[in-house]
């Protein structure tokens, strides 16, 4: 069982870290279409 634990866990952080990427990469591309809007927002006040 530590050997299959082992394994899960090490797929479980593999998953998870391309989740992390995935949802970083959409947060950092929102980040940058909705960049416009709040420069224009800023230099409004």
């Keep these: 069982m530590s ?12 998953f998870t870290l391309i989740v ?5 990469l959409i947060i950092v ?3 940058y ?3 416009d ?3 224009g927002y ?3 006040c």
């Design 33 to 35: 279409m909705t960049n």
């Design 20 to 24: 992390v990427l995935f949802i970083l």
């Design 42 to 44: 800023g230099e409004r």
């Design 37 to 39: 809007g709040i420069g």
């Design 3 to 14: 050997c299959e634990t082992g394994e899960n866990v090490g797929n479980g952080s593999g």
């Design 29 to 31: 591309g929102a980040t």
